[in-house]
């Protein structure tokens, strides 16, 4: 059982992880749309 309880965490930390990365990635897109919006007009 404890094993399971270890994977389940690191599984839980490993997806926070994730969505901070997807967040960060969103961020860095949403701040370069302007410029990329300018560059195609």
């Known amino acids: ?3 399971a309880v270890e994977v389940a965490s690191k599984l839980s ?3 926070k ?5 997807l ?3 969103l961020r ?3 701040d370069n749309m ?3 919006c300018e560059f195609r007009y």
């Open 1 to 3: 059982m404890t094993g």
């Open 28 to 30: 860095m897109n949403f």
């Open 13 to 15: 930390e490993l997806r």
């Open 17 to 21: 992880a994730d969505l901070l990365i």
């Open 34 to 36: 302007p410029r990329f």
């Open 23 to 25: 967040v960060f990635l």
